[in-house]
Structures are given as structure tokens and as C-alpha cells.
């Protein structure tokens, strides 16, 4: 039981480049979630899924996009990659059991560097 | 909208001494509250949770947090801090309507031996 995982580990990208972010989770959780972490901010939404095939923006979508073509798999994508992209990504996964609902299991993230 | 202020970016703390890393709270109806846990170049770990019931929920790792409506808290405490608990610590809540969940800006805990 691998958890949530996320690939790749790190990134470097040019201004204009584009890249996918792939998160996989092995929990069958109904939920996911792009967040990403910069320096006093905390973490804040991209985007999230309720389920299989579904997607919502979430506090700072643009720029990103994301699919959710099976229900283990979540990705991000970056069109055209800009400086302020640069960020630590991180994926997370939640179920609906009452009993755990609200509980998010976080990948290890990825780091990427927009030059 | 539901939001969560965490009033310390650090908090240094001996080891072997009580810790306290403070919360506090904004939310419209019953807040759901969570603390979560980040050592260095990891995920975030899930610490403990506030629904309902007992104010004082006991988490993983020994770590407690106290939730205080009156003053609008939801502060995260361990009687006896260790080393190993030097770590970037959040609070969150769960949003409105859906279970995504808004966090504050983080606290990074440093014990010294």
C-alpha cells in the first residue's frame, strides 16, 4: 500500500514549456486535490475532483489544468509554464467514509523551477 | 469563508519542556479543525481532527489540541516536546459545503536538545 504518489520528484522547466504532474493513490478515495506550497502562504487549492472524471477550480486555478480520467489517477497539467509557477506541488487524496471523510493523505510532492 | 490564522511563523521550545503552537479560527456554523504535520521535504502528515464532542483531542505522536469556542482556538500542545518533533506544523478547516479544507500559513517548531 503505497499511499499517494507523486512523479516526478523534481522539475526544472523553461518559460513557455509545458509539463504533467502525475499523482496516483492506492486507497480508492473518491476525492483529490492539487495544492501548492510557497513560502509563508501555506498551501493553497489548484484544483480538485469529486470522483472519476470530474474537476473544480479551486483558490488559485489558473494557468493549470487538470484530469481525472480514472479514478486513481490525478493530473496537472502546465500549458505554458511562467516564473511565478515555481512551487512545491503537492497531491492529496480523501475518502467519504464518515468515519475518516475530511481526512487528506498528502504525496511526498514535487519541486519545480520555472527559469 | 471559512478561514484559519496561525499567529506564530516559529516557536522555539527545549526539549523536554511543554509546547503550545496556536490556532485560531473564523468559520460560519460548526468548524470541523485539523492540525497536520510537515518534517522536511515530506508530505503533509495527519495529526488529529475536531468534529464534535470532547474540546481536548488527543492526536498521533503524543500531540493533543484544545478546542476553545469561546475564544475561537484550536491550539496544539505535547506535555513534553522531543527533538524529533522539530517539524512545520498546520492548522485547517474544512470548508463550506465540500470537504476541501483551507490552512493557515504554517508554524515551524524548533526543539533544541
Known amino acids: 500500500n503505497a499511499g499517494v504518489t507523486q512523479t516526478p520528484k523534481f522539475r526544472v522547466l523553461k518559460t513557455g514549456q509545458s509539463m504533467t504532474l502525475l499523482c496516483a493513490q492506492d486507497?480508492?478515495?473518491?476525492?483529490m486535490y492539487w495544492y501548492r506550497q510557497d513560502p509563508g502562504m501555506g498551501l493553497r487549492l489548484i484544483h480538485y475532483?469529486?470522483?472519476?472524471?470530474?474537476?473544480a477550480k479551486g483558490e488559485v486555478p489558473d494557468g493549470y489544468n487538470v484530469s481525472r480520467l480514472k479514478k486513481q489517477n490525478f493530473l496537472l497539467g502546465l500549458e505554458s509554464a511562467a516564473p511565478s509557477q515555481t512551487s512545491v506541488y503537492f497531491c492529496?487524496?480523501?475518502?467519504?467514509?464518515?468515519?475518516?471523510?475530511?481526512?487528506?493523505?498528502f504525496g511526498p510532492g514535487t519541486r519545480l523551477t520555472v527559469l | 469563508a471559512q478561514s484559519v490564522a496561525q499567529p506564530e511563523d516559529q516557536v522555539n521550545v527545549a526539549e523536554g519542556n511543554p509546547l503550545t503552537v496556536k490556532c485560531t479560527y473564523s468559520?460560519?456554523?460548526?468548524?470541523?479543525l485539523f492540525w497536520y504535520v510537515q518534517y522536511p521535504n515530506r508530505g503533509l502528515q495527519f495529526l488529529l481532527k475536531?468534529?464534535?464532542?470532547?474540546?481536548l483531542v488527543k492526536g498521533s505522536y503524543g500531540f493533543e489540541a484544545e478546542f476553545n469556542k469561546s475564544q475561537t482556538s484550536f491550539h496544539l500542545k505535547k506535555p513534553s516536546a522531543l527533538v524529533s518533533d522539530s517539524a512545520l506544523y498546520f492548522c485547517?478547516?474544512?470548508?463550506?459545503?465540500?470537504?476541501?479544507?483551507?490552512f493557515g500559513t504554517g508554524t515551524r517548531l524548533l526543539v533544541s536538545p
Open positions: 486507497m480508492n478515495h473518491e476525492y
Open positions: 475536531y468534529i464534535t464532542g470532547d474540546n
Open positions: 468559520v460560519s456554523g460548526n468548524p470541523y
Open positions: 492529496a487524496s480523501s475518502g467519504w467514509d464518515p468515519l475518516t471523510a475530511d481526512t487528506q493523505y
Open positions: 485547517a478547516v474544512r470548508d463550506t459545503g465540500f470537504q476541501k479544507l483551507v
Open positions: 475532483s469529486v470522483g472519476e472524471g470530474t474537476t
